[in-house]
């Protein structure tokens, strides 16, 4: 789960792609300029709201739309004006497109058939992918005649037995309920590790995202919003968006005060309590901007003073494992506070009780934007 | 909402009335034709006994024989070519980009369903005057691919309409070109839909008769053709056992169609 190593190869580069469906001076933008590296091997995921341009980023690395501008290169090949057909990269599609007048294993082994790989050759892959998801006595059934969730594995079986250098995955989890979905993730992800194949991954489901991937890239109307590994994404979130995006957040506009000696910026929130954020990159100047801080990382304390906020309790909502506290402050702005209720002592407030907040060191965020 | 309205209608007053007078007038002449032609005697009003007697007359009958095989000739070619042409069509229409003036071509392609037949026969014949080609089957033939073009492009259009392009885009994934993509992902889909259109037009083609009688030269007689003759001569009830025979046929060929383009749709 940690940074790729440098000296890991690039599998696809995508290099000032734009892509404009319709005529280019007044047609839809469905990405601007999106530059990204995959590596080889990697768990990469696509995250971001419907209508973002997942599905068009994936069509232009497949081939099923030309791009409008730009390369997108594959183990260092220009591969943006090959068909489909001669890209070694495979699909997983959303809603399986499985060919419902063959039957499983013919749907297998029709990737290995069109490559001209012979009948018996093609058989026995296609056999083995079967039983790689676990479907091998399914082999004469019809498609029709799978459940959902066998009809997804057999269509990353048909996806992987050309051994695609990479595997496009676009939501394929979608379609599932809640329990077939979190099997589902597990499988992938083994399938993921056990090929070796890179995977490059579209979903809308922050927590899938966070769970499966070794980097995701966030995108927005078309434009890639920040690019990390999970962790440094929910932690060190680049901009507003990132922030809301995954997980909760609080988001406090503040004045921009000076920097501290230690490489933190002081700032100062609406209601005057002065704290110190983690700059995101530099050049941040004076002024005004936002910090986000995720509701765990507040504790409730008895005392104010310098590097705390304070408000006054407003509601407190039992959630089971956690309490949401929220707070009210001077400032006009709310704080959602979590605390586990396995800590006792902290929940020990009541709505009216004024109180103090102290952010986990180097939890604040200064954003981009 | 719909078996409301049914429920209303039925309460009409006369509803029944016309109901069984249109059922009447559509099917009466066929169930006339249909019992006649097994009448042992000539009259068409009297029945004088069972028998099978016109039947063994039409089998032996040299003119008829010539007809069907015309017939099935100009059937078989015609809707075989129209089939392809609006194969070709549809794909066109449906998977080809959006293209300036996509509905005058919708339109082109099915104008044979909206002119007066007469007037496609008429123009037919003075294309094929002004050209020079000596009326025959040939003629006969284009003319009447040309008309089942809209028949057998409905049913085929509908079908491809309703497969995603996700299949197509699956097979070319999958290292499939352009022909091997359409060979063995799109027309196996298709097929309900093209065999479909292509039962339709062969009926259609089986049953003309105003085209076929403005551009058939001679010795390209049809069936159609060959009983309108019969039947001005003196009506006889082999005139009965021909059109029986050609109403099992089309019902034969239509009950098919219906049932092929049913199957599969999902
Ligand atoms: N064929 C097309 N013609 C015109 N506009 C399109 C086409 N396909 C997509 N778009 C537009 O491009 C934008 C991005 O679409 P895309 O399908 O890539 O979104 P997405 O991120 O995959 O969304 P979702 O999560 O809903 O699948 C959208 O605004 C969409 O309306
Ligand atoms: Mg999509």
Redesign the pocket.
């Known amino acids: 789960m940690s940074q790729p190593p440098s000296v890991q190869r690039t599998a696809i580069c995508i290099d000032k792609v734009c892509?404009v469906?319709?005529p280019p001076d007044s047609?839809?933008?469905?990405?601007h300029e999106v530059d990204l590296t995959i590596y080889d091997n990697e768990f990469f995921t696509?995250l971001?709201?419907?209508?973002?341009?997942?599905?068009?980023?994936?069509?232009l690395i497949a081939g099923f739309?030309d791009v409008t501008a730009g390369t997108i290169r594959l183990f260092g090949k220009d591969i943006v004006s090959l068909p489909p057909n001669k890209r070694p990269i495979n699909t997983v599609f959303?809603h399986y497109a499985l060919f419902p007048h063959m039957s499983v294993l013919e749907n297998v082994a029709f990737g290995l058939k069109m490559k001209s790989v012979a009948a018996d050759t093609a058989q026995a892959r296609a056999q083995e992918m079967l039983e790689l998801v676990q479907l091998q006595q399914f082999s004469h059934r019809m498609p029709n005649e799978l459940s959902g969730g066998q009809q997804q594995r057999v269509a990353v079986a048909r996806a992987l037995a050309p051994h695609p250098k990479v595997l496009l995955l676009?939501?394929p989890l979608s379609a599932l309920d809640l329990k077939l979905r979190q099997s589902m993730r597990d499988e992938l992800k083994r399938i993921q590790k056990t090929t070796g194949i890179t995977f490059i991954f579209?979903t809308?489901d922050q927590e899938e995202a966070l769970t499966l991937s070794d980097r995701i890239a966030v995108?927005e109307s078309?434009e890639i919003q920040q690019v990390a590994v999970p962790k440094e994404l929910y932690e060190a979130p680049r901009n507003r968006f990132v922030a809301k995006f995954i997980g909760d957040v609080n988001l406090i506009d503040i004045e921009i005060d000076d920097m501290t000696d230690n490489g933190l910026v002081r700032v100062r929130t609406k209601s005057g309590d002065l704290i110190e954020a983690v700059p995101n990159g530099s050049g941040h100047k004076c002024g005004p901007g936002h910090v986000a801080i995720r509701p765990e990382r507040l504790n409730v304390t008895r005392k104010g003073g310098d590097g705390i906020l304070t408000g006054r309790v407003r509601e407190l909502i039992y959630l089971g494992t956690d309490t949401q506290i929220i707070v009210e402050t001077e400032g006009s702005y709310e704080l959602t506070v979590r605390v586990q209720n396995a800590h006792q002592s902290h929940v020990d407030v009541s709505p009216g009780d004024i109180v103090h907040l102290r952010p986990d060191a180097g939890t604040v965020q200064l954003l981009a934007d | 909402m719909m078996a409301g309205h049914a429920e209303k209608l039925k309460k009409f007053p006369g509803f029944l009335t016309v109901t069984i007078g249109c059922l009447v007038l559509l099917y009466a002449p066929m169930i006339v034709i249909s019992v006649y032609s097994f009448n042992a005697t000539r009259s068409i009003t009297k029945w004088g006994g069972f028998s099978l007697g016109w039947y063994a007359k039409v089998f032996a009958n040299p003119e008829i024989q010539r007809a069907t095989v015309n017939s099935l000739v100009i059937a078989v070619s015609a809707s075989t070519l129209a089939t392809l042409l609006a194969l070709l069509a549809a794909i066109a229409m449906v998977r080809g980009r959006a293209f300036r003036g996509q509905e005058g071509v919708y339109v082109l392609i099915n104008l044979p369903l909206l002119v007066p037949e007469i007037i496609s026969a008429v123009g037919s014949l003075i294309f094929f005057l002004a050209i020079g080609i000596s009326l025959g089957l040939m003629t006969v033939m284009i003319a009447h691919t040309i008309f089942c073009i809209p028949f057998a492009y409905l049913p085929i259009s509908a079908r491809l309409q309703g497969i995603e392009d996700h299949y197509e885009q699956a097979a070319r994934d999958l290292y499939a070109n352009a022909w091997q993509s359409f060979r063995y992902v799109l027309a196996p889909m298709m097929l309900p839909g093209i065999v479909s259109g292509y039962m339709l037009a062969f009926i259609i083609s089986l049953d003309d008769f105003i085209i076929t009688n403005m551009v058939a030269g001679p010795g390209a007689t049809t069936l159609p053709l060959a009983i309108y003759g019969m039947v001005r001569i003196g009506f006889t009830p082999e005139i009965n056992a021909i059109s029986t025979l050609m109403l099992l046929a089309s019902l034969v060929v239509v009950t098919l169609s219906y049932l092929i383009g049913r199957t599969k749709r999902n």
């Open positions: 892509k469906y319709g047609g839809v933008v469905a990405l696509l971001g709201p419907s209508g973002c341009g997942k599905t068009t980023l994936l069509h739309e959303q676009d939501e579209v809308h995108i078309g």
